[in-house]
T-cell receptor
Framework: KNQVEQSPQSLIILEGKNCTLQ??????????LRWYKQDTGRGPVSLTI?????NTKSNGRYTATLDADTKQSSLHITASQLSDSASYIC?????????????FGRGTQLTVWP | EADIYQTPRYLVIGTGKKITLECSQT?????MYWYQQDPGMELHLIHY???????EKGDLSSESTVSRIRTEHFPLTLESARPSHTSQYLC?????????????FGEGSWLTVV
């Protein structure tokens, strides 16, 4: 069964600190992995997208890594800011159909305190 | 910033009422999607479309229906709302070429059925 599991479920850190969010998946055949940021009451916004051949991709203070062999990804946030408080969702796409079916994790709820 | 819009953003309606959630995008995307998301839970695909006059049901069974008469417009209709339909509904779109494109989400429509 294709699944996406994220950990931790929730995380609280102090402003300025770094943190790492984890995503494990069993989706096969794998096509790509996306990280999204979803502010409360808003739609998800894309942070990064990685294909099978990519190990690392950065977007400002966000750095995503992908290990396609172990089917794990991480999202590292550097020098956190209050505006980073949001849910971070890992989304994995398969290539078994034209649709490129998407499998969503439940997200990690990050809270940054001043 | 994504040019995909949802209305209404928030709606409270009575049981048995008919409701249509609007979704429009100005990016010329062929693929459009409707997701349902309960608080703290993952997104579930309820409908998708590859283009005009193309609609398919998603993974999650839904009593809603959709139509795609114009490329930019993908409305979702509930003929008779029930309290179990209370949820957030997210519309999304992506270009048709390839499966590695960014998926753009609308801001969401929060529906409460009383």
């Amino acid at each position: 069964k294709n699944q996406v599991e994220q950990s931790p479920q929730s995380l609280i850190i102090l402003e300025g600190k770094n943190c790492t969010l984890q995503c494990n998946y069993t989706v096969s055949p794998f096509s790509n992995l996306r990280w999204y940021k979803q502010d409360t009451g808003r739609g998800p916004v894309s942070l990064t997208i990685m294909t099978f051949s990519e190990n690392t991709k950065s977007n400002g203070r966000y750095t995503a890594t992908l290990d396609a062999d172990t089917k794990q990804s991480s999202l590292h946030i550097t020098a956190s800011q209050l505006s980073d408080s949001a849910s971070y969702i890992c989304v994995v796409s398969d290539r078994g159909s034209t649709l490129g079916r998407l499998y969503f994790g439940r997200g990690t709820q990050l809270t940054v305190w001043p | 910033e994504a040019d995909i819009y949802q209305t209404p953003r928030y709606l409270v309606i009575g049981t048995g009422k008919k409701i249509t959630l609007e979704c429009s995008q100005t990016m010329g995307h062929d693929k459009m999607y409707w997701y349902q998301q309960d608080p703290g839970m993952e997104l579930h695909l309820i409908h998708y479309s590859y283009g005009v006059n193309s609609t398919e049901k998603g993974d999650l069974s839904s009593e809603s229906t959709v139509s795609r008469i114009r490329t930019e417009h993908f409305p979702l209709t509930l003929e008779s709302a029930r309290p179990s339909h209370t949820s957030q509904y997210l519309c999304a779109s992506t270009p048709s070429a390839g499966t590695g494109n960014t998926i753009y989400f609308g801001e969401g429509s929060w529906l409460t059925v009383v």
